[in-house]
């Protein structure tokens, strides 16, 4: 059963390499879901509004401006951004 994307994905298309962008809600074609691997990508197939898309729809669907985002991570709390350091540049005097 296809699935639908909670987030956006950023991937490359394997025949042609172009830089593609799937938004949330998409479903995309077979050949590409297979190459999202992160579990956090998809949303739950419990979720699914229509469970018998066609795996070349074209993406269209909405998701519910009324529904809060999924949580993964409910025990979990956020984390924090990581302190950013730079290199100590040689002089070029």
Known sequence: ??????FAVH???????????????DVPPRELAELI?????WHPADDEDNPDPEPDDSG?????????????????PPAKPAART??????TD
């Open 1 to 6: 059963m296809p699935r639908r994307l909670a």
């Open 11 to 25: 991937l490359d298309h394997p025949d042609t390499g172009d830089h593609l962008i799937l938004l949330p809600g």
């Open 37 to 41: 691997t992160h579990p956090g990508a």
């Open 60 to 76: 269209t669907g909405d998701p519910k401006p009324d529904s809060p985002p999924a949580d993964t991570d409910a025990d979990t």
């Open 86 to 91: 730079r290199k100590a540049r040689p002089d």
